[in-house]
């Protein structure tokens, strides 16, 4: 049988414990983005800004953009949403702020299949198979975003 005072300090440790768990710890954790959602070409950018934005992205795209949450919340890390214009999710950008200057990291779509390269195959005037890697347009809208992160004012990323 449990003495009173063992009772007292698990009421008290379940009381301390509760509060936590109702506490800052719990709520969804948000962050700012230098810019915010924008039309480049055919193709919507949605920054990532929250824990239940990075989750859904990362159940929609089935990628692992949710592991991310840490450095995205320190704002060392920065995650966007690349769709049409239609709001079909086609791929999820990535981009590393290092020494305060955003760089592109990595952009993959669904499964992370490729969608920066694509391959083109012809024959050439031998009569031979040839391929080619060509860069697609969310290559391009890839860097803009960089760029644009990196022109932007606002906040200063300390690494």
Same mark, same amino acid.
């Given at each position: 049988?449990?003495?009173?005072?063992?009772?007292?300090?698990?009421?008290?440790?379940?009381?301390?414990?509760?509060?936590?768990?109702?506490? =800052?710890? &719990?709520?969804?954790?948000?962050?700012?983005?230098? =810019?915010?959602?924008?039309? /480049?070409?055919?193709?919507? /950018?949605?920054?990532? !800004? @929250?824990?239940?934005?990075?989750?859904?992205?990362?159940?929609?795209?089935?990628?692992?953009?949710?592991?991310?949450?840490?450095?995205?919340?320190?704002?060392?890390?920065?995650?966007?949403? =690349? &769709?049409?214009?239609?709001?079909?999710?086609?791929?999820?950008?990535?981009?590393?702020?290092?020494?305060?200057?955003?760089?592109?990291?990595?952009?993959?779509?669904? @499964?992370?299949?490729?969608?920066?390269?694509?391959?083109? !195959?012809?024959?050439?005037?031998?009569?031979?198979?040839?391929?080619?890697?060509?860069?697609?347009?969310?290559?391009?809208?890839?860097?803009?975003?960089?760029?644009?992160?990196?022109?932007?004012?606002?906040?200063?990323?300390?690494?």
């Amino acid at each position: 049988m449990l003495s009173q005072s063992k009772v007292d300090y698990f009421n008290d440790l379940f009381v301390t414990k509760s509060a936590a768990g109702n506490s =800052v710890e &719990r709520r969804p954790r948000k962050w700012k983005c230098k =810019v915010s959602e924008m039309l /480049i070409g055919e193709y919507c /950018i949605t920054p990532l !800004t @929250s824990a239940k934005l990075l989750k859904s992205e990362g159940y929609q795209m089935n990628n692992c953009c949710r592991d991310y949450l840490d450095q995205c919340a320190d704002l060392t890390y920065c995650l966007f949403s =690349v &769709r049409s214009r239609v709001g079909e999710r086609l791929a999820t950008l990535g981009l590393n702020c290092n020494g305060g200057h955003w760089r592109f990291d990595q952009c993959f779509g669904p @499964s992370n299949t490729e969608v920066l390269e694509e391959t083109r !195959t012809y024959l050439d005037e031998d009569g031979e198979m040839q391929e080619e890697l060509f860069a697609t347009d969310l290559y391009y809208v890839a860097h803009e975003v960089a760029r644009l992160m990196n022109s932007a004012g606002g906040q200063k990323n300390p690494n």
